[in-house]
């Protein structure tokens, strides 16, 4: 039996691949890009909401927020712990971000312009993530899978405490609603998206599935996060900023519109409202800690 035949057996029999494990070179490529991506897309994302925490509306809020924040940064400090056990330095990773040879996920590239921002963030971004997270808990590469059981349990958290804010508003006065609502047509379609492009037009789809990196498709996902999100923004009176959305009898899902494909790609590739700016700020943040890095590597060498 093959080093491949001996992969694939661990795969087809849930059998977690281990870092000293063989695998083959395009299974250890997929998942340094796709740990990363996800890794950036945690520290990234920090930013959008940062910006609302000295403008929380109460201390409650702030407190909130900044627990949020903080979780977020953990994530990020997960992902890239067991992205390293591929055989990448972080800084590597890090590099790879900062010269935008990396992607994370295009939804940080749009501005949060209000405190309903901080809810539609919380509510359908997180809750985007959190479909694809769970699912992510049964991938094949061990330490992602692990790493994936606290991140989970954290986001849960993140998208009650954005449905939180988002139904507040939606229920408040006239004009909170309407920056509810406002908000809810800004972030719809980014969020859906932030599964990816459908199936069949996915090239890296087909070998993440057969490896068990992906357990459910992209539009599978995706489909997911609508059922249950339509029923969550009817509760609190929200539309949906889709006129073709409607419930199929034959399928007991919701049938829903075309998303703006070349909006997507163009984000992604770097156009977005914000793509300069989220770079730009990581990589200040990033030079100005330079010295406590130096810092604490030097301790560590003295004391070795």
């Known amino acids: 039996m093959t080093d491949l035949d001996k992969f694939l057996e661990k795969i087809n029999n849930n059998i977690k691949i281990e870092p000293k494990d063989w695998m083959p070179d395009g299974y250890r490529k997929h998942l340094q890009r796709q740990m990363s991506q996800h890794a950036h897309s945690e520290v990234i994302g920090m930013q959008p909401e940062g910006n609302w925490i000295t403008r929380a509306p109460s201390l409650r809020a702030k407190v909130i927020l900044l627990a949020k924040v903080q979780d977020e940064a953990g994530h990020g400090q997960y992902l890239y712990s067991a992205a390293e056990t591929l055989g990448k330095s972080r800084a590597v990773y890090i590099e790879e971000l900062q ?51 606290k991140i989970c349990k954290e986001e849960s958290f993140h998208q009650r405490q954005g449905y939180e804010i988002i139904s507040k508003m939606a229920l408040g006065s006239p004009e909170q609603k309407e920056m509810a609502q406002d908000a809810m047509n800004r972030f719809w379609w980014p969020s859906i998206m932030m599964f990816g492009p459908h199936d069949q037009d996915s090239a890296r789809s087909g070998d993440a599935m057969k490896w068990g990196i992906k357990i459910e498709s992209n539009d599978d996902l995706r489909q997911k ?11 609190i009176g929200l539309t949906i900023p889709d006129k073709d959305l409607k419930w199929n009898e034959e399928t007991k899902h919701y049938d829903f519109g075309a ?35 130096e810092a604490a590597n030097a301790y560590a060498e003295k004391n070795n």
């Open 99 to 149: 010269s935008r040879k990396a992607k994370y996920s295009s939804i940080f590239n749009y501005p949060t312009l209000n405190w309903a921002d901080m809810g539609a963030v919380g509510w359908l971004v997180d809750g985007a993530a959190i479909v694809n997270q769970v699912s992510l808990q049964k991938t094949s590469y061990g330490p992602y899978a692990r790493a994936m059981v």
């Open 225 to 235: 996060f609508i059922d249950k999100t339509v029923a969550q923004a009817e509760l």
């Open 259 to 293: 998303m703006d494909w070349d909006e997507f790609w163009s984000v992604v590739n770097g156009d977005g409202p914000c793509n300069d700016d989220r770079i730009n700020h990581h990589i200040k943040a990033h030079e100005e800690g330079r010295w406590v890095r």
